[in-house]
Nanobody, 127 residues
Framework: QVRFVESGGGLVQPGGSLRLSCAASGFSLDHYAIGWFRQAPGKEREGVSCISGSGGDTYYADSVKGRFTISRDNANNTAYLQMNSLKPDDTAVYYC????????????????????WGQGTQVTVSS
């Protein structure tokens, strides 16, 4: 059974940092594009950052560019999202998902019909 488990969320002050982890079980992440998405209360889920199946290309939403970094560790079947300079607008539940064989991370983040969502991890940025 394909399953993701997100972790690493929490309460942080503006300007702080968090590192989210996305652990996959039941399948290998090799060749899957991986995406981080978020959903704030009253808003639709949006693609934050995605990485291609080979790891050679990444996409970042304009709102997080220069502050967030996506990475993957296929040996440990895990993906990460390093979030720096956090802002209150980053408050949301963060989810990860994957798309087989995709080398265009912009597509994964914006258009792919993903359905293998984890339970998410809450990120709250507040003073």
């Amino acid at each position: 059974q394909v399953r993701f488990v997100e972790s690493g969320g929490g309460l942080v002050q503006p300007g702080g940092s968090l590192r989210l982890s996305c652990a996959a079980s039941g399948f290998s992440l090799d060749h899957y594009a991986i995406g981080w998405f978020r959903q704030a209360p009253g808003k639709e889920r949006e693609g934050v950052s995605c990485i291609s199946g080979s790891g050679g290309d990444t996409y970042y939403a304009d709102s997080v560019k220069g502050r967030f970094t996506i990475s993957r560790d296929n040996a440990n079947n895990t993906a990460y999202l390093q979030m720096n300079s956090l802002k209150p607008d980053d408050t949301a539940v963060y989810y990860c998902a994957a798309e087989w064989g995709q080398e265009n991370p912009y597509y994964t983040c914006g258009f792919a019909p993903l359905d293998n969502w984890g339970q998410g991890t809450q990120v709250t940025v507040s003073s």
